[in-house]
């Protein structure tokens, strides 16, 4: 994930990794990133990358880089649904599975372990996967039913697929780092993007 570092100082997050000037890239957990926030830990690896002390680093920055890359994932659904390639609503996303047309299934926080096994089978039948364990992505949460049906803008989203398999690559990006700091396993550092195209790494 990036944290963008504006000319005054302010360290806030990039979920897109697009604000201009210098940023640090960092892979932690939440709970570790408040670790090294309340020790300080944080504020020294940053001043060390960037040869300043003067940084202002909020104190609710694991909650804001959360929200933000919730907000991302969500966005960038909302993109692909507009773009005609998010295949919703269980019978159809079944339908498509069994023919071999999804490239990507997805079931929200709080579907029912009935309902995903029926569709992983689906997908697993239409990629001629049987027997190799393959299934849909449980999205971690808050990531429910709600959550989704307010993001998208339908009733009732609990499962989700996509067609497409640059769709799901585009959308696996913000989901990854959103699993990533939700607790997924990863190499812990910060890089430093200088205008020069350098990096310096620092252990967190």
Not at 38 to 55: D, I
Not at 127 to 142: D, F, W, Y
Not at 163 to 191: E, H, K
């Amino acid at each position: 994930m990036r944290l963008a570092v504006s000319p005054e100082g302010d360290v806030l997050p990039d979920a897109l990794a697009r604000a201009p000037g210098r940023g640090a890239w960092i892979g932690v957990s939440r709970p570790e990133l408040t670790q090294a926030l309340a020790t300080g830990k944080l504020k020294a690896a940053l001043s060390r990358a960037f040869k300043t002390g003067k940084l202002a680093i909020p104190d609710d920055l694991p909650e804001r880089l959360e929200d933000a890359l919730r907000k991302a994932f969500l966005q960038r659904l909302g993109l692909e649904m507009r773009a005609g390639r998010l295949i919703l609503g269980s019978d159809r996303i079944g339908q498509e599975a069994r023919s071999g047309s999804v490239a990507a299934l997805y079931h929200a926080f709080d579907a029912s372990e009935d309902g995903c096994k029926k569709l992983d089978q689906a997908w697993r039948v239409g990629k001629e996967a049987e027997g190799s364990g393959l299934t849909g992505v449980r999205l971690p949460q808050p990531l429910d039913r709600e959550a989704l049906s307010v993001a998208l803008g339908r009733d009732n989203v609990v499962h989700l697929a996509l067609a497409d398999a640059a769709s799901a690559q585009r959308v696996s990006v913000p989901l990854g780092r959103l699993q990533t700091f939700l607790g997924a396993a990863t190499a812990v550092g910060i890089s430093e993007e200088r205008a020069e195209d350098t990096d310096a790494r620092t252990s967190a």
